[in-house]
């Protein structure tokens, strides 16, 4: 074997183009050759499965830093929150009319950072909606 320079680049690149079972048997191979252990190179230590029961909860507990919007009740102004709806999810008039009047509550937009959410928000109660972060 040479030992000539590695493009890190264009490795990463190959890498990044792997599906997850040939990214597998990638670290295997790693590992048997390098006689190591793949979590060695984790930022953090590995948690027992009661410390990581017990981090869950306390996630649970922390701020969530991306949020689901949820259409809850579309109340009186039923063709504003449609407009809304129609610019917010990027779907047609139809679809955006049958989503406000089909069953509700019926999520709207999913991954939406806190500060984008709350904007979002206070855009649907000013034309009556209801809507709720998840």
């Known amino acids: 074997m ?57 996630d649970a507990t922390e701020e969530k830093s991306l949020y689901s919007l949820e259409l809850e009740n579309a109340g009186a102004n039923k063709i504003q929150v449609i407009k809304l709806v129609k610019e917010l999810t990027g779907k047609g008039l139809k679809e955006s009319k049958d989503l406000v009047e089909g069953s509700l509550p019926a999520i709207l937009k999913e991954n939406v950072v806190k500060a984008d959410a709350e904007e979002i928000k206070k855009k649907f109660e000013a034309v009556g909606a209801k809507i709720n972060l998840k």
């Not at 030992?3 to 597998?24: A, D, G, H, P, R």
């Not at 953090?44 to 990581?52: D, G, I, N, R, S």
């Open 2 to 58: 040479s030992k000539e320079k590695i493009n890190q680049e264009e490795l990463l690149e190959k890498i990044s183009q792997m599906t997850v079972l040939e990214l597998s048997e990638f670290v295997k191979k790693l590992e048997e050759k390098f006689n190591i252990q793949a979590q060695m190179f984790a930022a953090a230590p590995q948690a027992t499965p009661a410390q990581a029961g017990a981090e869950s909860q306390t």
